[in-house]
């Protein structure tokens, strides 16, 4: 007889910040980034030019494009992994500085101005490897 164990996010490091990138409603999402990463890193990687529209999407009345969002919540995942070892203002300042693994390129420029489908692996990767592995 065989058992099926899952894991929990305590032996899966991401796992957490996974489940709740895809899970959670994207005004959740926003607000949890406002708190991490500070509302003009949100609007940078929202690709919008002041603050006003954050507020809009952190309460639901408004939303970015499919891309954007998507960008968003690659942001959270990464920010995610992040936060299950440094605080708020290391995980923030980790998005903002010119990062080795990436060559010497911010990871949120890279979030911004490529597809969070062609670097986001590349991001998570240089995050859990930055959190995990030092």
């Known amino acids: 007889m065989s058992t099926m164990r899952t894991a929990t996010s305590a032996q ?6 996974y489940e709740e990138s895809v899970g959670l409603p994207f005004p959740e999402i926003v607000t949890r980034l406002r708190e ?3 509302v003009k890193l949100v609007a940078y990687l929202g690709n919008v030019g002041s603050t ?14 499919q891309l954007d969002e998507l960008r968003l919540r690659t942001a959270y995942q990464i920010a995610g992994v992040l936060r299950e070892r440094y605080s708020a203002a290391t995980t ?8 080795p693994a990436l060559d010497y390129t ?8 490529q597809e969070p ?13 930055f959190a995990f592995v030092g």
Request: positive net charge.
């Open 52 to 65: 006003r529209p954050v507020a809009g999407w952190a309460s639901g009345t408004s939303s970015p494009g």
């Open 36 to 38: 991490t990463l500070g």
């Open 117 to 129: 489908a062609d670097v986001g692996g590349q991001l998570l990767s240089a995050a859990a490897s």
């Open 12 to 17: 899966r490091p991401g796992l957490r910040a």
């Open 92 to 99: 923030q300042s980790w998005f903002q500085g010119m990062n």
């Open 106 to 113: 911010a990871p949120a420029r890279l979030l911004r101005e």
